[in-house]
């Protein structure tokens, strides 16, 4: 049975950093930590054959197979001629290693073997000193040394146990879900309330396996309570509101919008039956345990005044009146009535004049008449605005592009005053446009304009023409430069650095 929420998609402006966090951890620890249990297998492997402790606990192994009633490993047949027999000599091959890897087993996994070994070998020093260091390169393994354990509950397992697992399948399964449910409730809640709460789930799931399973030697491991965590916050975060599901029970799937709260029942009853029943290795305890406990911390904390982002819960766009009067204006402007759509997108603007949009807006609707007095005059408001737009880049954008539009469309500018002039030359000489740069500031000098900022700005026009290879052009403002502003400092570096 599956069912996951759908009601929401990622925002990659707002990337959801504390769960991808949380993704990368969980993989480094199974690919560059967990990775290496193999080679520590090996390890243990070689040490119990190459040590003697194959030899010296095969004896004690028989008798506790004979006394529990398993199976016994077939002996092998040391009266065949395996110079002539080949068959045979590969039949005892196999049974050996067969023996071997089973005795192996018993004495890295099984504890009541291992209890046996202590009780019947302990007064051999040199076989308690090779067993102590198998126990020792044994315990190394990563499902040894940070699972959690019903029996030892080390207090560092309780957190270890949350990052690590079991195979390839188990992690791209956990990493997905952790995913699914974790970019919206890190919205929803803030990254640090999400991370606290993601591991207090993950210690609620192990608690509540380590009460179902008090007193054995079981072990759990993974970030399933954890993200089972996730999915209980997020019924309590929607709480009775309709979201959309996707659901695959058996042959049957599809989408279906329900109160959120409905789904809590099935997932905790889905687990219990698991637990009940199921025989598939899957820690249901734990994940009913971060069911409950993810749901009843943020219930609990939403109760007591945690603040959650309802914006995004309830999709609440604050920006749908914006977009209302944007779309009203196309409409306008598709219909052909170029003043009511004007007066629209100038309403708009005034109503919002610090966005960038706004601006782009209005210039999109008087840029269709070019030869307009208002195209002109909207193109000298938006030149004005050249001084502020360092603190809003998407206006310094536009601006941009408008003056290269208006140095193609040529003319006489009348948009291009001397007083906007000087801001606009200055904008573009720092974002280093030299085309309509040229253009603002062969209209200064054709109108004899001695304002404060002409030299910086001949002088930054210079430098940028002489960049782009437009060598004559520098030298013309060079030489503009000396000529009319000799007592600028900027005419000074001009002759310090003139060629002899």
């Known amino acids: 049975m599956l069912i996951v929420p759908v009601e929401n998609r990622p925002d990659w402006k707002n990337p959801p950093l504390a769960t991808l966090l949380l993704i990368i951890i969980n993989v480094l620890v199974f690919f560059v930590y967990q990775g290496k249990d193999p080679q520590r297998v090996e390890q243990s492997y070689q040490w119990y054959v190459e040590s003697g402790l194959f030899e010296r606990e095969q004896q004690p192994f028989h008798d506790y197979l004979n006394r529990t009633g398993r199976e016994q490993p077939q002996d092998i047949d040391q009266n065949v001629d395996t110079d002539t027999d080949t068959d045979t000599d590969t039949e005892n091959l196999q049974q050996a290693t067969w023996q071997r890897d089973a005795q192996f087993h018993h004495a890295a996994y099984d504890p009541a073997f291992a209890r046996a070994l202590h009780q019947e070998l302990d007064g051999d020093p040199q076989w308690r000193a090779n067993r102590s260091r198998f126990e020792a390169l044994v315990n190394d393994l990563s499902d040894r040394a940070y699972a959690f354990n019903a029996r030892d509950a080390r207090p560092i397992t309780w957190i270890t146990s949350m990052f690590l697992h079991g195979s390839v399948m188990h992690l791209l399964g956990n990493m997905v879900f952790l995913f699914l449910f974790g970019f919206a409730l890190e919205i929803a809640v803030g990254r640090g309330i999400f991370l606290l709460l993601y591991l207090c789930s993950g210690l609620g799931g192990t608690l509540l396996y380590w009460v179902s399973e008090l007193g054995t030697n079981n072990s759990v491991l993974g970030a399933s309570g954890a993200i089972s965590g996730l999915m209980g916050m997020y019924i309590a975060l ?40 199921g025989e598939d290795g899957v820690a249901h305890w734990a994940h009913t ?17 945690l603040k959650v982002n309802r914006d995004y819960v309830e999709k609440t766009d604050h920006d749908a009146p914006f977009k209302s009067a944007q779309h009203q204006i196309q409409e306008l402007v598709v219909a052909m009535k170029l003043d009511a759509a004007r007066q629209a997108a100038e309403r708009l603007l005034k109503a919002h004049p610090r966005d960038a949009r706004a601006w782009r807006t209005w210039y999109g609707v008087v840029k269709i008449s070019p030869s ?108 503009q430069l000396r000529a009319r502003f000799p007592d600028s400092e900027e005419a000074r570096q001009v002759a310090a650095h003139a060629p002899g």
């Not at 409950?292 to 007591?304: E, I, P, S, T």
């Not at 002409?454 to 060598?471: D, V």
């Open 289 to 305: 345990g971060g069911l409950l406990f993810g749901f009843g911390l943020l219930a609990l904390w939403m109760r007591f005044g």
């Open 238 to 277: 929607y709480g009775l509101k309709r979201i959309s599901f996707f659901y695959n029970v058996i042959f049957f799937s599809g989408h279906v919008r329900a109160p959120a709260l409905i789904v809590l029942p099935v997932w905790v009853g889905y687990e219990l039956l698991g637990a009940r029943y």
């Open 372 to 479: 307009s007095r208002e195209y002109h005059r909207a193109v000298h408001i938006l030149f004005k605005q050249a001084g502020n737009t360092p603190r809003y880049p998407a206006l310094q954008t536009l601006i941009e592009e408008v003056a290269h539009e208006y140095v193609r469309i040529g003319g006489d500018a009348p948009a291009l005053t001397e007083s906007v002039s000087l801001v606009l030359a200055q904008r573009l000489g720092r974002v280093e446009h030299i085309k309509p740069l040229a253009f603002v500031v062969d209209r200064l000098l054709a109108s004899q304009c001695r304002q404060e900022a002409m030299p910086r700005i001949l002088q930054a026009a210079a430098n940028l023409s002489a960049k782009a290879a437009l060598t004559a052009q520098a030298h013309r403002y060079r030489e």
